[in-house]
């Protein structure tokens, strides 16, 4: 039972370079989630996806994308990564409207570093 | 002010410890309230949700004083797989988008 993979686990990047980060889970869940988590804070929601084919932005969603493919999948992408997105970036998911809209599957993260 | 503040800890305790996290949220407007457990270097995990009755599963007791906008997690008998970071988590809309985050507070437990 994989529940939510992300893509790559580790990366390193220069400034200015672009690069995509993969989610995908099996759950047939509904919605989708990105967010990051830097040393001191919170999770910070970047991107959410409440259903198939639509998108929102949540609290920073500046300097990225992102694209709800499919049910299955919803990318994020950093078109021109800055030192300042050094992060972990979790994607999440949840079946949201059920009786407890709390609870997020989360992937195992992706560590990000922009040199 | 943060809109979900926690203690960053470490607290360090004895196994067979019972130990106490608290939290405070800004938002009085706030639905729903959650405790996430993060082992060190892995994806947050739900612990526990936290209902206005409180609530209790083994070891573990959440309870929500929502006049006081704070929310606790206590646990007894400490093991020391309990070692992680718990995470205080506010739903300040019916909706999941809408969930806030504490940074956590790490709890050491040692032999």
């Known amino acids: 039972n994989a529940g939510v993979t992300q893509t790559p686990k580790f990366q390193v990047l220069k400034t200015g370079q672009s690069m995509t980060l993969q989610c995908a889970q099996d759950m047939n869940h509904n919605s989708m989630y990105w967010y990051r988590q830097d040393p001191g804070m919170g999770l910070r929601l970047i991107y959410y996806s409440a259903s198939e084919g639509t998108t929102d932005k949540g609290e920073v969603p500046n300097g990225y994308n992102v694209s709800r493919l499919n049910k299955r999948e919803f990318s994020l992408r950093l078109e021109s990564a800055a030192p300042s997105q050094t992060s972990v970036y979790f994607c999440a998911s949840s079946d949201a409207g059920t009786a407890d809209p709390g609870e997020l599957f989360f992937g195992e993260g992706s560590r990000l570093t922009v040199l | 002010r943060k809109e979900v503040e926690q203690d960053p800890g470490p607290f360090n305790v004895p196994e067979g410890a019972t130990v106490a996290f608290n939290c405070t949220y800004s938002n009085s407007a706030s639905q729903s309230f959650f405790w996430y457990r993060q082992d060190c270097r892995k994806e947050p995990k739900l612990l526990m949700s936290?209902?206005?009755s409180g609530n209790e599963d083994g070891r573990f007791t959440a309870q929500l004083n929502r006049a006081s906008q704070y929310i606790s997690l206590l646990i007894r008998d400490s093991k020391l797989s309990d070692s992680a970071t718990y995470l205080c988590v506010v739903n300040q809309m019916d909706s999941s988008y809408k969930l806030i985050f504490g940074s956590g507070t790490r709890l050491l437990v040692r032999p």
């Open positions: 936290v209902y206005s």
